[in-house]
């Protein structure tokens, strides 16, 4: 295994082609991506304590693997990180705050407090931990191309907080947009939904969504609303709240 910690140096990638780094790659300095796509493909060997800054029209992918952010690490910039089945653990004294966010699978992780004030698009994707996640930007949750796919997930004691504006579409026949997560039978504190800004649910001719509360925890995971929440449909298209007591679709209360 190799690790490439970078202490007391800096590392720039300044031309526009891809650059694969394949091993495991933990960052204590600072990682500049100036143009292209930097892919961390093998996790990182224990927290990164340093500063990644992603320039306008640049973008880090993370692939498939863990990856932990320490004290002192920072994820900036105008550009975009990308998670594709990756695990991001954000602990104590780390930052997010990058301009976009593509959360496409995976997790993120971890007991920091984050919050996203840029662009943040969701699919298929799970909000982990006892960190507060602040989205107060432009969120928009998609659907992975399954139609029972799970938009944005949350479990784990995670605390998710919209201050910004959260639009889900649905085109298929159902999706569910939010999804509290059994959590393996825990009663510990699944997790919590805040909507302090906006939530725009839109659905299509003869679809539905739904927020979804797995399992008969209702007293461990929350939905509060104390913002705005806009519910469109187009035809018979409608949004609903429902308690799913088994894995499969069918058994539900409205």
């Known amino acids: 295994e190799i690790s490439l910690g970078l202490v007391g140096s800096e590392m720039c990638i300044r031309d526009s082609t891809?650059?694969?780094?394949?091993?495991?790659?933990?960052?204590?300095?600072?990682?500049?991506?100036?143009?292209?796509?930097?892919?961390?493909?093998?996790?990182?060997?224990?927290?990164?304590?340093?500063?990644?800054?992603?320039?306008?029209g640049a973008r880090v992918e993370l692939d498939s693997h863990s990856f932990q952010f320490g004290s002192g690490a920072e994820v900036s910039g105008d550009g975009t990180l990308q998670f594709d089945g990756a695990t991001g653990t954000?602990?104590?004294?780390?930052?997010?705050?990058?301009?976009?966010?593509?959360?496409?699978?995976?997790?993120?992780n971890g007991i920091a407090d984050i919050s996203l004030p840029g662009n943040t698009t969701i699919s298929d994707f799970t909000f982990s931990g006892t960190g507060d996640k602040t989205l107060s930007g432009n969120t928009t949750l998609q659907r992975s191309g399954s139609e029972a796919s799970k938009f944005l997930r949350i479990s784990s004691g995670a605390e998710v907080i919209n201050t910004g504006t959260l639009t889900a579409s649905n085109s298929g026949s159902y999706g569910n947009i939010i999804y509290f997560d059994l959590n393996g039978g825990s009663s510990t504190g699944n997790g919590i939904f805040r909507n302090l800004g906006t939530v725009n649910t839109n659905v299509d001719?003869?679809?539905?969504?739904?927020?979804?509360?797995?399992?008969?925890?209702?007293?461990?995971?929350?939905?509060?609303?104390?913002?705005?929440?806009?519910?469109?449909?187009?035809?018979?298209?409608?949004?609903?709240?429902?308690?799913?007591y088994t894995s499969d679709a069918a058994d539900e209360e409205d």
């Open 18 to 56: 891809h650059f694969d780094v394949g091993v495991t790659f933990t960052n204590n300095n600072l990682v500049n991506v100036n143009s292209g796509v930097l892919y961390l493909l093998g996790g990182s060997n224990g927290e990164a304590t340093g500063d990644m800054v992603i320039a306008s």
């Open 90 to 108: 954000f602990n104590s004294g780390s930052t997010l705050s990058v301009a976009n966010l593509k959360l496409n699978s995976g997790t993120l």
């Open 205 to 244: 001719d003869s679809a539905f969504s739904r927020i979804v509360f797995d399992g008969a925890n209702l007293t461990y995971n929350f939905f509060y609303n104390q913002g705005i929440f806009n519910a469109t449909g187009s035809g018979s298209g409608y949004t609903q709240f429902c308690l799913l």
